[in-house]
């Protein structure tokens, strides 16, 4: 996904089905999921990890209920801020903000999106109600129906911006300092272990590398965090993102 294509898919937002929407966010290179009608829940066997921007899976989908309404799961390297202000989220808590890809959401709150590289937080710090959303969960996304009937939809359609400087620190996880020697199975659990195990690994042995710190990822709770690292690891070695993506998700189908 680029900026033109994020572009694209919002201003998308004027008539059309949910099956269209979907079928318009994958086009975007945004993979998509089935959610309850109504709900945020997905209905899908393996729910976020069968996400897909695959036009034959979507239409199978929304063919068999044209009321579900739309997950989408961020690419590595993008976060959405999920503003939530019946838990004390206010769009002033993040200060001043760029132009950039932004939903209302149908509980009165917002999706902000941006690029960050590197590993972050599950939440933003030093502020009440507002969540981080990475490739390891999914949102949301307009025109689906919140179950109070109003419907998510789009504010700003403006190309997804960089994070802004003043929230990089209340967004990205610290960096952690890399253990010595090899990786044992106690070093691994940390985070830290498992991706330097990625990093460390072998032409050859890569992506089953990843596959294993994946899964031990998942084993722990499938941390935000570390799950996003191992991306940026398995990017470092030389390994493509579609062949990354698919490996967390058969490594999450494996372990959950």
Not at 152 to 177: D, G, K, T
Request: net charge neutral.
């Amino acid at each position: 996904m680029n900026e033109h294509t994020a572009g694209r898919a919002a201003a998308d937002e004027g008539g059309g089905s949910l099956l269209d929407h979907a079928l318009g966010y994958a086009r975007a290179e945004l993979a998509v999921l089935p959610l309850a009608p109504r709900g945020k829940v997905p209905v899908t066997e393996h729910g976020k990890g069968d996400a897909t921007t695959d036009p034959q899976v979507i239409e199978r989908w929304w063919q068999r209920d044209p009321l579900r309404n739309i997950g989408i799961r961020p690419q590595p390297g993008v976060v959405v801020l999920d503003v939530d202000p019946r838990n004390g989220g206010s769009l002033e808590a993040l200060g001043m903000l760029p132009e950039t890809w932004t939903a209302r959401t149908g509980g009165g709150g917002w999706h902000v999106w941006f690029r960050c590289a590197g590993a972050v937080r599950g939440r933003l710090a030093d502020a009440d109600g507002v969540d981080i959303k990475t490739h390891s969960g999914y949102v949301v996304a307009p025109p689906s129906v919140h179950s109070s009937g109003d419907r998510y939809r789009w504010l700003n359609r403006a190309p997804i911006a960089m994070l802004p400087e003043h929230l990089r620190e209340r967004v990205r996880v610290p960096a952690a300092v890399r253990p010595a020697g090899r990786v044992s199975a106690r070093s691994a659990s940390s985070g830290a272990g498992l991706v330097r195990a990625v990093a460390e690994a072998q032409p050859g042995q890569r992506n089953s590398v990843l596959f294993w710190a994946a899964s031990c990822a998942w084993r722990e709770g499938g941390d935000a965090a570390v799950l996003d690292a191992l991306t940026d690891a398995g990017v470092a070695v030389g390994l493509s993102l579609l062949e990354i993506e698919r490996t967390l998700a058969s490594a999450e189908r494996r372990t959950l």
